[in-house]
């Protein structure tokens, strides 16, 4: 199987603030990566997928990178509603797996 | 509006059975492949099972192979996850997901449901 590694495992800063999520994956899977945000109690929301691709609706705040082994999620000008949980998934080969998830707090 | 309503969980002793299922509506569940995704209190996502457009061909995770069952009924929009033998490590919110592209069981899940809890213990 392939794992994926997230990190920071949670980090915490202000509204306005850039932050950036690194996924690192145990076998090179091209650009097969996918970023969720997951809030409690809510269903979780697919942000980008194929690396960089940003999914209909979302913000352009968020922005993905990478491929390969590396991958990072970038969140410009956070606000409030990005306080949240957020997890890297492969979807190169089966199973597909998932990041432990990276909380984001309000510093 | 695309939907999925999960339901069917509970509490069960381990060795126990449930059978979940996964309503959907707001678009053709036969060009889509599910997937079931599962959530340990605290713990991160995890995928356990995924089902062909067609119901013709189905995976599943090494830790629920030969206890679990997916399938589907296109006619009645439905998704099921029949699971046998549970332990207590099975205890997690379960979730379907929809694949975003047409027919693919490989992909990123843009529709997800809020998910049902299920808890074995004795």
């Known amino acids: 199987d392939i794992q994926m590694t997230q990190s920071p495992s949670s980090l915490s800063a202000s509204v306005g603030d850039t932050v950036s999520i690194s996924c690192r994956a145990s076998?090179?899977?091209?650009?097969?990566l996918n970023w969720y945000q997951q809030k409690p109690g809510k269903a979780p929301r697919l942000l980008i997928y194929?690396?960089?691709t940003l999914q209909s609706g979302v913000p352009s705040r968020f922005s993905g990178s990478g491929s390969g082994t590396d991958f990072t999620l970038t969140i410009s000008s956070l606000q409030p509603e990005d306080f949240a949980t957020y997890s890297c998934?492969?979807?190169?080969?089966?199973?597909?797996?998932f990041g432990q998830g990276t909380k984001v707090e309000i510093k | 509006e695309v939907r999925l309503l999960e339901s069917g969980g509970g509490l069960v002793q381990p060795g126990g059975s449930l059978r979940l299922s996964c309503a959907t509506s707001?678009?053709?569940?036969?060009?889509?492949?599910m997937s079931w995704v599962r959530q340990a209190p605290g713990k991160g996502l995890e995928w356990v099972s995924v089902?062909?457009?067609?119901?013709?061909?189905?995976y599943y995770g090494a830790s629920v192979k030969g206890r679990l069952t997916i399938s589907r009924d296109n006619s009645k929009n439905m998704v099921y996850l029949q699971m046998n033998s549970l332990r207590p490590e099975d205890t997690a919110v379960y979730s379907c997901?929809?694949?975003?592209?047409?027919?693919?069981?490989?992909?990123?899940?843009?529709?997800w449901g809020l998910g049902t809890m299920v808890t074995v213990s004795s």
């Open positions: 997901a929809k694949h975003k592209g047409y027919g693919g069981n490989i992909d990123a899940f843009d529709i």
């Open positions: 707001g678009f053709t569940l036969s060009s889509y492949a």
């Open positions: 089902i062909t457009a067609s119901g013709g061909r189905t």
């Open positions: 076998q090179t899977i091209s650009n097969s």
């Open positions: 194929s690396a960089s």
């Open positions: 998934q492969q979807s190169y080969s089966n199973p597909v797996t």
